[in-house]
């Protein structure tokens, strides 16, 4: 059974940081691209950031230069470090990751549960 948990949510001051971890687990034979999600009260679920599994990133429009996305392969971790927080980066914000569960599996995207920030004005 494959599980993303992500950690390091919560409440911050505009200007702020926070860290955002996902660790995966279970059965896992390769992970491809891993990456972050948000969504805000009544909008819909966003891509905030991504990345390969050699490092290419890419990210949304409002976050580039913000936040860094990172990645440990050893550790089957995806890492969000978000920087100079404004209260519009409020939102529960979700990782996931395309994976192969078994060697007779093709690559499947699994999703954590997601962990709330709330930027405060």
């Known amino acids: 059974q494959v599980q993303l948990v992500e950690s390091g949510g919560g409440l911050v001051q505009a200007g702020g940081s926070l860290r955002l971890s996902c660790a995966t687990s279970g059965s896992i034979v390769s992970i491809n691209t891993m990456g972050w999600y948000r969504q805000a009260p009544g909008n819909q679920r966003e891509l905030v950031a991504i990345?390969?599994?050699?490092?290419?990133?890419n990210y949304k429009d409002s976050v580039e230069g913000r936040f860094t996305i990172s990645r440990d392969n050893a550790k089957k971790t995806v890492y969000l470090q978000m920087n100079s927080l404004k209260p519009e980066d409020t939102a529960v914000y979700y990782c996931f990751a395309n994976l192969r569960p078994s060697a007779y599996s093709r690559y499947m995207d699994f999703w954590g549960k997601g962990t709330l920030i709330t930027v405060s004005s």
């Open positions: 990345i390969t599994p050699g490092g290419s990133t």
